[in-house]
């Protein structure tokens, strides 16, 4: 029987209902063979070679597939069809090849690729093996040695030199600059005041349309032209005293074509516009998908799809949509990404004719990703659709004046009837054209009359920040990171705790201590965060996974110049780097006084100079080397004064109000007064609100907190609202319930209140609904607990493990968690059922073989027994040996342990109960039940009668008291 080795349990499942009894099919559960996680695990003196380590949870997914092995039996390699999955292939071949016995079935493994779980593509690769590909596995190892080297030569200079900074890795520290550059560039910008005119006319047949001014005075208008309200009120006065009449009159007819299918960066794009995932989400469930064998392989960066698959699109749109919806030719897109290895399809259902609907017990998310896949794939594949737009030109008699409509009417839909690609937040230019406008029958010559001219005004705005969206896609334009690492890479910027999300936006904001890292970085080491190095970089890897280059040489034109490097940070003086950092940070942060003072004069002794600090674990802050006065580095805050400012003064106790700053940031102080005597009152100014909020009315509200809301109407006492350690809440009896918006806690009403105390009561809030339970009924949900977030169905409560990300729970991980309780397991257990070895002869219940986390053992209701020694094959493990291992653990001597029994004196004589003589670590003792005694040196465990023994523990049980 051959044995296939994928990489997931769900994949494994998948395939096995494809390949039936003839083959068995198993999981690595992922990568099992990782570098050693200390410094020298590549060594660039010799060719640059690298110490594996076994993962420890794989050691027993290893031993299973190798004790699965026999002589003559053939072994299938069939994990993604990627570097990432070329290399666990390799591991695998590799890790058999040592192991007594399977060296020959190691060396003979063959390599089977599908890019979709079908029956038919596995198959296929099944009937046209190949040898694991020594190129793609040459590039998995450089991409890995280049982060390991970076990673393990860099980060300890963080922790000496800028110890507020975990990490730098190769491609986020890239990622990373792309964000600071924008916000810098956003920062920069100075918003640039301009005006547009519109005029609304009517025809003689009544109807009205608008149209802008493109021309005055007989000069074409530039976008800035009209600079003041004054400019565009002449404008308009102009306008009125004109009569107008349509000077040209053009219609054209346009058509356009669908997107290609999805690529890894599109999806990423996509599903962050449309359904609001996050990468690390989106992958996640497509990774669902694949697996279950209803899309392809979600790792690619290729757009091409295949015949079988543009002819099955083709016909469903024939007899969906109809023959005008399908082109008579296909389309073929061609790939732009260079060297496109990942997977050389594109991301597409592997059956058109099944819709989301009919995905049967799948999540939500899964069946919305779903869909988002099967409109863009569908879509790539049918008419193009075609519009009619018209620009008409009105002037006055001399053109002197001209303004310009223009329409746009959808003739025919065509690939728009199922899919519109999303697009991102740009930067505003009302200077653009009033487009899709239908506009009425119009004639050259025709006069029209004015109905209203009306002065716009506009600022310019900067570029947006970048979402999860947008950055990937800006990462594939400079060609950073590849399909399988885009996901990895945005998120751990976050993790580090290197950019932030703008909720409200979704956008990334760097954080101060990237901001910090980053100027680290350019400065000393600016070669490796440039985009076309790391551009160049990846072209080279891809120069590997081809044949064109040896891995050794990547990796040493890399070495010696980065080597060199890091040989002259080891050298930096702390302080020369606090130094240097403070010059290039102080001006993001901080601004010059009028005078022309330096940015980094203190305002507090105005004698010393604002120095940056760095600690671990904590943002970065200025400190002035001439007095204590600290100065965080606030976001969005410029200037000691900006940060520092009289709000007014309390209208009814007249003490001033401040905003100020401290050394854990921004807070109101309500100044302390003399008549009568009062202390200053302070209180921390909320993360969610802009520091341009800030006002007397809103810092009086937020001194007055926390604040009645009202009685409750059940009878459970006065209900409070305010801002915590923890954020805001609103609190009753004792009982919390966190609020989601600190601007709520200021009018929250009894009605809201009241309500999230509800959730607050029940365990949490209702989080996601996963579906319904396929058997018991009922819905699914995950809930925020007060201990985290938890499932909860008809049959009651399950809690979720930490290592399973709430946000991305699918309702089969729900279903395996609510069966695993059932079966006992407690949570994040690993231990799993083998057998049943039948009815406790004498006591009944069932007598279970067991695989924990530190070994086999057998269970009996409550009790648990390990196996010795020379029960280590579980095959051979009965029903009466593990009756003996749980009967001697009942009688106090567990197996394995130090204890023995001498002797067994007898029966309790009045509570019953065998009484022995056991062998401690601390000598010969009596032992009944639960209770011990030492046995007394004078006397010998041979003359012990029970009469005796009931004595000496008695004896000791009075001593004790």
């Known amino acids: 029987m051959p044995i296939v080795v994928v990489e997931s349990p769900a994949k494994a499942k998948t395939i096995e209902k494809f390949l039936g009894r003839d083959y068995r099919v198993l999981a690595t559960f992922g990568h099992i063979r990782d570098l050693k996680p200390k410094s020298g695990s590549v060594d ?91 190129a793609l596995v040459d590039a998995y190892s450089a991409r890995r040695a280049l982060d390991y080297l970076v990673g393990f030569n860099l980060s300890p200079i963080l922790w000496k030199k800028l110890p507020c900074a975990r990490s730098a890795g190769r491609v986020q520290s890239v990622c990373l600059r792309l964000i600071v550059e924008r916000e810098l560039e956003i920062e920069r910008f100075r918003a640039r005041e301009f005006w547009t005119v519109d005029a609304d006319l009517e025809t003689a047949a009544k109807e009205q349309f608008r149209a802008r001014l493109r021309v005055l005075n007989g000069k074409k208008l530039a976008k800035h032209d009209l600079a003041t309200k004054d ?20 219609t054209k007819d346009q058509s356009r074509r669908p997107q290609p299918p999805f690529t890894t960066a599109t999806l990423q794009q996509e599903a962050s516009r449309k359904l609001r995932f996050n990468t690390k989400s989106t992958m996640m469930v497509a990774q669902k998908l694949y697996e279950a064998g209803h899309i392809t392989y979600m790792r690619t960066d290729a757009i091409d799809m295949a015949p079988e698959a543009v002819k099955a699109a083709r016909g469903l749109i024939r007899r969906q949509f109809g023959t005008q919806y399908c082109p008579q030719r296909p389309r073929i897109f061609k790939n732009k990404a260079k060297n496109a290895q990942e997977a050389h399809e594109c991301i597409r259902p592997t059956d058109f004719a099944a819709s989301a609907a009919t995905l049967g017990s799948v999540s939500r998310d899964q069946r919305n990703l779903y869909q988002l896949v099967w409109n863009r794939a569908v879509a790539s594949q049918m008419a193009n659709a075609r519009f009619k737009r018209t ?68 600022f310019t705005k900067p570029k947006p920040r970048y979402t999860e969206a947008s950055l990937i896609k800006k990462m594939v334009e400079l060609g950073i990171g590849r399909p399988s690492t885009y996901s990895s890479i945005v998120s751990r910027i976050q993790e580090h705790g290197y950019t932030q999300r703008v909720e409200r936006s979704r956008t990334l904001q760097p954080t101060p201590t990237g901001r910090v890292l980053n100027a680290f970085l350019t400065h000393y080491f600016a070669k490796y965060i440039e985009y076309d190095f790391t551009a160049e970089l990846e072209e080279q890897l891809d120069d590997i996974s081809g044949g064109r280059k040896a891995r050794s040489e990547v990796l040493e034109s890399f070495w010696l110049p980065f080597s060199q490097s890091v040989n002259v940070a080891r050298d930096l003086q702390f302080t020369d780097v606090a130094d240097r950092l403070s010059g290039t940070i102080a001006p993001q942060f901080l601004e010059a006084g009028e005078d022309g003072m330096d940015v980094r004069h203190c305002p507090n002794c105005s004698k010393g100079t604002l120095v940056l600090k760095f600690f671990r674990n904590s943002d970065p802050y200025f400190r002035c080397d001439g007095c204590s006065f600290n100065l965080p580095l606030q976001q969005g805050a410029k200037g000691f004064e900006s940060q520092n400012k009289l709000l007014g003064n309390d209208p009814e106790s007249n003490r001033l109000v401040h905003l100020k700053v401290g050394k854990f940031g921004h807070y109101i102080e309500m100044a302390k007064s003399a008549k009568p005597r009062r202390s200053a009152k302070t209180v921390s100014w909320p993360k969610q609100f802009s520091l341009d909020e800030a006002n007397l009315d809103l810092a009086l509200q937020l001194l007055a907190l926390p604040r009645h809301v009202g009685d409750h109407p059940d009878g459970r006492g006065a209900i409070t609202a305010g801002i915590g350690r923890n954020g805001p809440y609103v609190r009753c009896e004792g009982l919390f319930a966190s609020v989601p918006d600190a601007r709520e806690v200021l009018n929250l009403g009894m009605n809201r209140a009241v309500e999230l105390l509800a959730n607050a009561g029940r365990g949490g809030g209702n989080f996601r609904d996963l579906g319904e339970h396929p058997k018991e009924g009922g819905p699914v949900r995950v809930l925020k607990g007060r201990y985290g977030p938890y499932i909860k169905y008809s049959g009651g409560n399950v809690s979720i493990p930490a290592k399973i990300d709430p946000e991305s729970l699918s309702l089969e991980q729900a279903l395996v968690l609510i069966e695993n309780k059932k079966q006992g397991r407690s949570r994040g257990s690993r231990s799993q059922e083998v057998r049943t070895l039948g009815e406790h002869p004498a006591k009944g219940s069932e007598v279970k073989l067991m695989k924990g986390p530190y070994g086999p053992y057998v269970k009996w209701k ?17 029903l009466d040996d593990a009756v003996k291992l749980i009967e001697r653990r009942l009688g106090g001597r567990a197996v394995g342990s130090r204890s023995n029994v001498i002797r067994e004196i007898g029966e309790h004589p009045k509570l019953g109960g065998p009484i022995q003589v056991i062998k401690g670590r601390n000598g010969p003792s009596l032992k009944w039940r639960r209770r011990y005694a030492p046995l007394p040196k004078d006397v010998d465990p041979k003359d012990l009668t029970p009469g005796m023994a009931v004595a000496l523990m008695n004896r000791k049980s009075k001593g004790a008291k």
């Open 44 to 134: 660039p003196t010799d060719d640059f070679a690298m110490k594996w380590e076994v993962d420890k949870a794989a050691l027993s997914r290893i031993g299973a597939i190798a004790k699965a092995l026999t002589p003559g039996q053939e072994l299938l390699l069939a994990t993604d069809p990627d570097r990432e999955g070329e290399a666990i292939s390799w591991h695998l071949r590799e890790i058999l090849r040592r192991r007594r016995g399977l060296g020959g079935i190691a060396s003979n493994a063959k390599r089977i690729v599908f890019n979709s779980i079908t029956k038919s593509s596995v198959q296929n690769a099944i009937a046209s093996p190949r040898q694991v590909d020594s």
């Open 231 to 250: 400019a565009a009120e002449q404008a308009a006065e102009a306008i009125k005293r004109a009569t107008l009449a349509v000077l040209d009159l053009q």
């Open 391 to 458: 620009q008409v030109e009105i002037a006055n008699r001399d053109s002197s004046i001209m303004l310009q409509a223009n329409g746009s009417v959808r003739v025919f839909d065509g690939f728009l009837k199922i899919y519109e690609e999303g697009q991102d937040k740009k930067a505003e230019d009302a200077s653009q054209d009033i487009e899709n406008a239908l506009l009425p029958a119009l004639a050259i010559g025709e006069g029209l009359a004015q109905r209203k001219i009306i002065p716009v005004q506009h």
């Open 862 to 878: 409550r009790t648990n027994a390990k196996l010795p020694p020379n029960l280590a094959n579980l095959d051979d493990v009965t």
